[in-house]
């Protein structure tokens, strides 16, 4: 018997504090995995304590790019699991785009992040490469 359980978080950076839920263009699935549920009709909503991390690659995290991300981390997670068709990558990421455009980040960066995901996002949405997790246990 073991006193606890954790996981390492070394690949994340933010953690939900609150639940997020918003209504996105990829319908006809029902979803419902720890942290992520997508229904039919294409709400996604998305628990408190989901861990992801952020912008990625040579850019800041800045306010308008942190909702954006986490719409843009969990549709690439829901794609490398196999839960909707690979696709749906491009639509991730014009909707990241999008996002990153409504929370006030200017049109010229919005373009080159949507230009860098577009071209170098494929390795981070590749079904199957979902890193396992590695879960420890304290002795009693």
């Known amino acids: 018997m073991c006193k606890a359980h954790y996981r390492k978080l070394n690949k994340y950076k933010y953690q939900l504090v609150e639940p997020y839920h918003q209504v996105i263009g990829i319908t006809g699935y029902t979803i419902d995995i720890p942290y992520i549920r997508l229904s039919v009709d294409g ?41 909707i068709p690979f696709h749906y990558k491009n639509y991730a990421d014009l909707l990241l785009k999008k996002i990153c455009l409504e929370d006030g980040m200017p049109g010229f960066r919005a373009n080159c992040v949507y230009q860098s995901v577009k071209y170098f996002g494929g390795a981070s949405a590749k079904p199957g490469s979902e890193k396992p997790d590695h879960i420890f246990c304290v002795p009693t």
């Open 43 to 83: 709400r996604l909503e998305i628990s408190t304590g989901y861990a992801w991390d952020g912008p990625s690659g040579p850019t800041f995290d800045t306010i308008n790019f942190m909702r954006g991300s986490l719409i843009h981390d969990t549709l690439y997670q829901l794609i490398r699991l196999e839960h």
